[in-house]
T-cell receptor, first 108, second 112 residues
Framework: RKEVEQDPGPFNVPEGATVAFNCTYS??????FFWYRQDCRKEPKLLMSVYSSGNEDGRFTAQLNRASQYISLLIRDSKLSDSATYLC?????????FGAGTQVVVTP | DAGITQSPRHKVTETGTPVTLRCHQTENHRYMYWYRQDPGHGLRLIHY???????DKGEVSDGYSVSRSKTEDFLLTLESATSSQTSVYFC???????????FGPGTRLTVT
């Protein structure tokens, strides 16, 4: 079983719509959580950290559910430029575990 | 921009040849990492370094070695490249107490 699991998608989203997706993690002792964005043939870039109380950064909202061991990302008012693969990342004792990514395609 | 560069950016090599990839950072970060990324897999840790001459293995270290003789440079060596090592290799540095990591642009390695 993978440490971090994500739905690979693709999630096809009309421009302006809302899209949300989750990832689950297996290590209940994980300490910190992140969402990264990766464009095709580029390096992953940190999108946002995920805090226990949930947090927003503009159109992006991240939630953490420790009891059920999942984190979520919601994108409101999707832009064409949001098309990318979103990586769920979990920090356990100084080692990052990466999901394989969820592909989002925003269409005009 | 985390000031991380990788070289070469692309390389094609033959099975059995040695290959060295270089990661260079300009901001004096203590922790550096080498990952590989393959389709259907998340990034997987190969080796990491927590200081000059201080390195440790990650989850997929077989067939790879590393060296860090200066803070700014972290080298990854494939002693004898195999086709299973065809991959995209990313270097990263760690920032902050929560281990946020920032990545270099990657090296695409093809072993024929």
């Amino acid at each position: 079983r993978k440490e971090v699991e994500q739905d690979p998608g693709p999630f096809n989203v009309p421009e302006g719509a809302t899209v949300a997706f989750n990832c689950t993690y297996s290590n209940s002792a994980s300490q910190s959580f992140f969402w990264y964005r990766q464009d095709c043939r580029k390096e992953p870039k940190l999108l946002m950290s995920v805090y226990s109380s949930g947090n927003e950064d503009g159109r992006f909202t991240a939630q953490l559910n420790r009891a059920s061991q999942y984190i979520s990302l919601l994108i409101r008012d999707s832009k064409l430029s949001d098309s990318a693969t979103y990586l769920c990342v979990v920090n356990s004792w100084g080692k990052l575990q990466f999901g394989a990514g969820t592909q989002v395609v925003v269409t005009p | 921009d985390a000031g991380i560069t990788q070289s070469p950016r692309h390389k094609v090599t033959e099975t059995g040849t040695p290959v060295t990839l270089r990661c260079h950072q300009t901001e004096n970060h203590r922790y550096m990492y080498w990952y590989r990324q393959d389709p259907g897999h998340g990034l997987r840790l190969i080796h990491y370094s927590y200081g000059v001459k201080d390195t440790d293995k990650g989850e997929v270290s077989d067939g790879y070695s590393v060296s860090r003789s200066k803070t700014e440079d972290f080298l990854l060596t494939l002693e004898s490249a195999t086709s299973s090592q065809t991959s995209v290799y990313f270097c990263a540095i760690s920032v902050g107490l929560e281990n946020e990591q920032y990545f270099g642009p990657g090296t695409r390695l093809t072993v024929t």
